[in-house]
């Protein structure tokens, strides 16, 4: 079996991403391996185990690196659901650290060294921003159903997520070029994905949003 090779594929509400891992000259059936919302990566043991055949394994829609490109009213439901009214934390950084994207940390004395995320808080919430990040991977853009969505809200919390839309694919675009880690790029894109959302519930609500949050 050779090393896995990776693909996407445009599919209603989403872009799919995959992985090929062929058995040459095999003349087994293709095996395809799904299971959500597991991504492809939790099967990488698994297919290691067929050998004899060609083993297909992708990321679920909205799962892993699979953005979905219908679902930005289901990540905000899904956050109202898991979370409550972000208004209640007094900034952003508390939001982060709820649903703990924010780094650990190791500190003696004048020595400060961060680590990996603190994973606290609720799991089901930061897995679905993590999941969302992945949507800033493209070209900021003002769609068609985007634009249906954004009916009836205030200028200020249109504005705010035009903001989010050019900062994060930017950040994204910045951190690849310098060739740091998908994931850890992900997530860092997913942390500050929650500053926007708690400064657009903060204008929602009629408040005076804090420069620095917008």
């Given at each position: 079996m050779?090393?896995?090779?990776?693909?996407?594929?445009?599919?209603?509400g989403a872009i799919?991403?995959y992985?090929v891992?062929?058995?040459?000259a095999s003349?087994?059936?293709?095996?395809l391996?799904?299971?959500?919302p597991?991504?492809?990566?939790?099967?990488v043991?698994?297919?290691?185990h067929?050998?004899?055949?060609?083993?297909?394994?992708?990321?679920p829609?909205?799962?892993g690196?699979?953005?979905r490109?219908?679902?930005?009213?289901?990540t905000a439901?899904?956050?109202?659901?898991?979370?409550?009214?972000?208004?209640?934390?007094?900034?952003?950084?508390?939001?982060?650290?709820?649903?703990g994207?924010v780094?650990?940390?190791?500190?003696?004395g004048?020595?400060?060294?961060?680590?990996?995320?603190t994973?606290?808080?609720?799991?089901?919430?930061?897995?679905?921003?993590?999941?969302?990040?992945w949507?800033y991977a493209?070209?900021?853009?003002l769609?068609?159903?985007?634009?249906?969505?954004?009916?009836?809200?205030?200028?200020?919390?249109?504005?705010?997520?035009?903001?989010?839309?050019?900062?994060?694919?930017?950040?994204?675009?910045?951190?690849?070029?310098?060739?740091?880690?998908k994931?850890?790029?992900?997530?860092?894109?997913a942390?500050?994905?929650?500053?926007?959302?708690?400064?657009?519930?903060?204008?929602?609500?009629?408040?005076?949003?804090?420069?620095?949050?917008s």
């Open positions: 050779t090393e896995p090779k990776t693909g996407t594929l445009s599919a209603p799919l991403h992985d891992r062929a058995a040459d003349t087994e059936p293709i095996l391996i799904i299971g959500s597991m991504g492809a990566d939790g099967f043991t698994l297919a290691g067929f050998t004899d055949r060609t083993v297909v394994t992708y990321d829609r909205g799962a690196r699979s953005p490109t219908d679902g930005a009213l289901v439901v899904e956050m109202v659901a898991e979370v409550g009214d972000l208004t209640r934390f007094g900034k952003p950084r508390e939001v982060m650290g709820y649903l994207l780094p650990s940390e190791d500190s003696t004048d020595k400060r060294r961060q680590g990996s995320i994973k606290t808080g609720n799991g089901h919430a930061r897995r679905s921003r993590v999941e969302s990040a949507a493209r070209p900021p853009r769609t068609r159903a985007l634009k249906q969505r954004q009916q009836g809200l205030s200028r200020e919390v249109i504005e705010i997520s035009w903001r989010a839309q050019v900062r994060l694919c930017g950040r994204y675009r910045r951190l690849s070029a310098r060739g740091k880690n994931k850890k790029i992900i997530v860092a894109i942390r500050e994905l929650c500053a926007f959302m708690w400064a657009i519930a903060i204008a929602a609500g009629g408040q005076q949003v804090p420069a620095r949050a």
